[in-house]
């Protein structure tokens, strides 16, 4: 007859086989009997390493006693890295619950939840608060931060954590200066990215992020012998820095440039490539249009809601409706996504009524808000207004 410390001591015997000793756990619950914490703690953490991430916050959720600080930031780690948020903040509602002491490694967890989940005021209040008991942020703080400034373009406050990084004398690595290096040139505070750039070991995405940099400030000769010095370097070239340079030399209007570097790296160009020099097809170059589109569909690049759009654009401004129109039912094909802003798109320049209707129906598909959206433009498109897009933006026409 099994009594609790055998039960207990049997689900620790098992760890190495997750689902086996989450089968006696159940069968010891069954019996009427309680696992010590330590135990717990180390079948949730099991569970958690071995994918069986919901049936460890399940656990997390029903059990006695407390998980120890390093189990709680294995499962909110392994929470954040597959993209499972709600289980995430089920996770740090437990870790609240339960008053653990946070450590830097779950600090630095916590403040990467909130930050990947646009919640940047929670995220910097994590930051003060972890000053304010005296835990000292480290290099990976200030990038998860920096980085979640970023992403939420709220550059002001990026700028604020990068001047408290440098009251905390902490040291730029080539990952941590990348990220600020980033936040200067979203700026457009382009010297202060280039000091940066200089004080580090830059790499591949260094050279490429000053790229971009330099090409949103219109300095494209700086942004060219950069290039030049990469090449120099022999540092690896991947698709970001091409299609980097790509727009660098379409927004220079040396398109013959960028279709160059295209065929040098063809062979890993990505809709991002092809969405570029779309872009900059111009209203009497209906070869390069065409070109472009037969090696989109030979080279099967997918039909991303950028691309699309880039086509669209570039077709009705060469008032060729119906190559338009193929785009969309090659991607309808595909089963490629279509956002509000296509449909809108579409539904402008479409005097169809076949075709009107039937985005309409596909309209059903849509979330509510984006459905309300569409359901505005057709409405408007009915009553005689057209329709035009801005930076992938509705606007009314009257």
Same mark, same amino acid.
Request: glycine share 6%; with cysteine.
């Given at each position: 007859m099994m009594n609790e410390k055998l039960f207990d001591?049997?689900? &620790?015997?098992?760890?190495?086989?997750?689902?086996?000793?989450?089968?006696?756990? @159940?069968?010891?619950?069954?019996?009427?009997? @309680?696992?010590?914490?330590?135990?717990?703690?180390?079948?949730?953490?099991?569970?958690?390493?071995?994918?069986?991430?919901? &049936?460890?916050?399940?656990?997390?959720?029903?059990?006695?006693?407390?998980?120890?600080?390093?189990?709680?930031? @294995?499962?909110?780690?392994?929470?954040?890295?597959?993209?499972?948020?709600d289980l995430s903040d089920i996770v740090y509602q437990n870790l609240v619950k339960d008053k653990v002491p946070l450590d830097l490694p779950m600090t630095n967890t916590v403040i990467k939840m909130f930050c990947e989940t646009s919640r940047l005021l929670q995220a910097e209040s994590v930051y003060q608060k972890m000053i304010h008991r005296?835990?000292?942020?480290?290099?990976?703080?200030?990038?998860?931060?920096?980085?979640?400034?970023?992403?939420?373009?709220?550059?002001?406050?990026?700028?604020?954590?990068?001047k408290d990084m440098?009251?905390?004398?902490?040291?730029l690595n080539t990952h941590l200066g990348n990220t600020v290096i980033k936040l200067?040139?979203?700026?457009?505070?382009?010297?202060?990215?280039?000091?940066?750039?200089?004080?580090? @070991?830059?790499?591949?995405?260094?050279?490429?992020?000053?790229?971009?940099?330099?090409?949103?400030?219109?300095?494209?000769?700086?942004?060219?012998?950069?290039?030049?010095?990469?090449?120099?370097?022999?540092?690896?070239?991947?698709?970001?820095?091409?299609?980097?340079?790509?727009?660098?030399y379409c927004k220079s209007n040396r398109t013959e440039k960028a279709i160059e570097l295209f065929h040098s790296f063809q062979h890993v160009a990505d809709s991002v490539t092809y969405s570029t020099l779309v872009h900059a097809c111009t209203p009497n170059n209906h070869k390069q249009l065409d070109d472009l589109f037969v090696n989109i569909l030979k080279r099967m690049i997918p039909?991303?809601?950028?691309?699309?759009l880039s086509l669209y654009s570039a077709f009705f401004q060469q008032n060729r409706p119906q190559r338009a129109f193929e785009v969309y039912r090659t991607a309808q094909a595909d089963n490629a996504p279509l956002d509000v802003t296509s449909f809108a798109y579409l539904l402008s320049h479409s005097d169809s009524l076949p075709l009107v209707v039937e985005l309409m129906n596909r309209i059903k598909d849509k979330p509510s808000n984006q459905r309300t959206h569409l359901e505005l433009c057709i409405l408007m498109l009915c009553h005689g207004y057209r329709l035009t897009i801005m930076r992938q933006n509705v606007y009314l026409i009257a």
């Open positions: 001591y049997s689900i &620790r015997l098992c760890l190495q086989n997750s689902t086996y000793a989450d089968e006696i756990y @159940t069968e010891m619950i069954n019996h009427g009997f @309680t696992p010590t914490d330590i135990t717990m703690d180390r079948l949730i953490a099991t569970l958690g390493r071995d994918k069986s991430i919901e &049936r460890a916050v399940e656990l997390l959720q029903t059990k006695q006693g407390k998980c120890s600080v390093i189990t709680y930031t @294995t499962l909110l780690s392994l929470c954040i890295n597959t993209k499972m948020y005296g835990i000292t942020p480290d290099a990976f703080t200030y990038n998860l931060l920096i980085s979640g400034c970023i992403k939420a373009t709220a550059f002001r406050l990026g700028v604020g954590i990068y440098i009251n905390h004398s902490i040291q200067f040139c979203k700026i457009g505070d382009i010297n202060i990215a280039k000091e940066i750039f200089e004080k580090i @070991t830059p790499d591949s995405t260094s050279y490429g992020i000053m790229i971009s940099g330099y090409t949103g400030a219109s300095d494209y000769d700086s942004g060219e012998k950069l290039y030049s010095h990469l090449v120099r370097n022999n540092l690896p070239i991947d698709i970001v820095i091409v299609n980097t340079m790509i727009k660098l039909l991303s809601n950028e691309l699309c």
